[in-house]
Each structure stands twice: as C-alpha cells, then as structure tokens.
C-alpha cells in the first residue's frame, strides 16, 4: 500500500524551464469521487492505472500499475470523462526532492503548477525561487477537478 505526500505551488516564472526536460502526459479518469478516483495514464510509450483515496491533509493512499500501451489509450479515448488532461512533465532535481513542474495544455493552458513529494508531512523545504504560492490542500488544483471545470472557464 503506497501514501503520497505531496505540497503543490503555483509558479511566477518559468525559469524552471530550463531545469529539466519536458515529457508528454495525457491523462483522464474512470471515477472521480470524493474518496477516490481512478486514473489512465499515458507517458511516452507507457500506460498506467492508478487508484487513489481521499486526501487527509496532503497526504492520500495511492496504488499505481503499468498497463499495456494499447490499453491505456483505449481506456482514455472510450471511457475516460472528457476532457482528457494535457500536460507537458518537467521533472527537476534540487537537492534531495524531486519537483514535477506541469504546463497544462488544451482545455487547461495557461495553469503551472509545480508538485514536490515529500518523505513526511512536516518534512522541510527550500521553496525554489520560481514559486509563487502555495495552494496544497485547494482541490480546485487537483487534476480530477480539472476535468469537470478546466482553467481556461475559471475567472482569474
């Protein structure tokens, strides 16, 4: 059984840019509940399903599978709520975390929002410069939500 603890920042720049390079990431969602959801995943040329509970704090229990390729596009085209979530992945190394920087596209362009995980809830942080503020525990910000009210409908 896996935990994910995890803190989310809006960006002010994009000097993260240059950190790391960018992946491709298409995702959509056979159930969005409010204690769990359920996730299709596709990144290059690799598929997963992911399960997740509900948040307590800025943690939540998380279970994730790689699936066939050919399976996970099937997935996401045929069942997945639409709109599916576009995003490019830059995944930078700073010290000992690993931060995960999203540049959504399509229905959501114009939202970045950087991810770190952390090995504990209280676990200290050197915020990089590119950050902006954080909004944790805002489930306006989670990807499941995005779905059903992308960005480019929120008044900003």
């Not at 059984?1 to 989310?8: D, P, Q, T, V, W």
């Not at 050197?126 to 990807?143: A, L, Q, T």
Request: aromatic share 10%.
């Amino acid at each position: 059984m896996g935990i994910e603890i995890e803190r989310k920042f809006l960006t002010k720049s994009d000097e993260w840019k240059k950190l790391g390079q960018a992946k491709f990431y298409q995702q959509g969602y056979l159930l969005i509940d409010k204690s769990k959801t359920i996730r299709v995943r596709t990144i290059d040329n690799q598929g997963f399903l992911t399960i997740k509970g509900a948040s307590v704090g800025i943690s939540r229990r998380e279970f994730e599978y790689e699936i066939p390729i050919d399976e996970a596009k099937q997935l996401l085209e045929l069942l997945c709520e639409k709109p599916l979530i576009e995003k490019f992945r830059t995944k930078i190394t700073l010290g000992d975390l690993i931060w995960e920087v999203d540049e959504f596209i399509g229905e959501n362009a114009g939202l970045v929002i950087a991810e770190v995980e952390l090995k504990n809830e209280n676990q200290k942080i050197d915020v990089p410069v590119w950050i902006h503020k954080e909004v944790s525990g805002r489930p306006e910000y989670n990807n499941s939500n995005l779905v059903k009210h992308p960005y480019k409908n929120w008044k900003v």
